[in-house]
């Protein structure tokens, strides 16, 4: 499969940065294919006959990372369903750097990586509001302080190490959706089309 003729976006930054209302933006405009990670494991884990599904769950209802052999796995099969797409955005992947390099090697590198610059303050404002119709077991208060956490951690040492190859696309998350999708869409101009 030519995985390398692919131009691939991360769209990275904490929970609740804004990474999916953005992504789901530029699919409307510019015709991206989206594929969250969070998205394809949440399917996973309520897919009957899953193998992996309850330690998924366990994972996610932790804030903690699913072990990278299943999110790849998982999105090498995604981008394999839309063999004749050209831009994908790749949403909360990759989470350490670990992650990063076994995508590399095993899929392609990515062309840049869209980093929602977010005051934590903000994302835990969001995500609480969110938590009151998402349904989601991860968007309560002590998963959400363990999210935050696993991302400072492990997560933000990615966007750094891209910083450094010069491939990051910073854009505030303050400002309202409209404001901070137009950001999105002057950051990443040279890619969009
Ligand atoms: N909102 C957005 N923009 C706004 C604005 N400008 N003004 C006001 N409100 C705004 O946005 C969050 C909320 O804010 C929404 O209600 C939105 O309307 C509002 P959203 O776009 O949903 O933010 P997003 O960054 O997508 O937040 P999300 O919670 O999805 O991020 P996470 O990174 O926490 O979640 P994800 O689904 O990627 O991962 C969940 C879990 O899956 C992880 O914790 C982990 O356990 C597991 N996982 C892995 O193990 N490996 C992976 O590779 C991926 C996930
Ligand atoms: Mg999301």
């Given at each position: ?16 940065s804004?990474?999916g ?28 006959g ?34 004749d ?29 869209l980093f ?26 002590e ?26 696309r ?24």
């Open positions: 499969f030519p995985f390398n003729s692919k131009k691939i976006v991360f769209v990275l930054g904490g929970p609740g804004g990474k209302t953005n992504s789901l933006k530029l699919v409307e405009e510019f015709g991206f294919v989206h594929l969250s990670a969070g998205d394809l494991l949440r399917a996973e884990q309520n897919r009957p899953s193998k992996v599904g309850q330690a998924i769950k366990g994972y996610i209802s932790a804030g903690t990372i699913v072990p990278y052999s299943i999110t790849i796995a998982l999105l090498r099969d995604a981008i394999m369903d839309h063999p797409a050209t831009k994908f955005l790749i949403d909360g992947f990759p989470r350490s750097l670990d992650q990063a390099r076994a995508f590399e090697k095993t899929i392609t590198d990515c062309q840049a990586v929602y610059d977010c005051p934590v303050s903000t994302m835990f404002d969001r995500i609480m509001d969110r938590s009151k119709t998402s349904g989601r077991i991860d968007d309560n208060e998963t959400l302080r363990n999210r935050f956490k696993v991302y400072l951690n492990q997560s933000y040492p990615v966007i750094q190490d891209y910083s450094t190859k010069d491939k990051v910073a854009v505030s998350c303050i400002g309202s959706v409209d404001d901070v999708y137009n950001k999105t869409k002057l950051s990443i101009s040279d890619i969009v089309n």
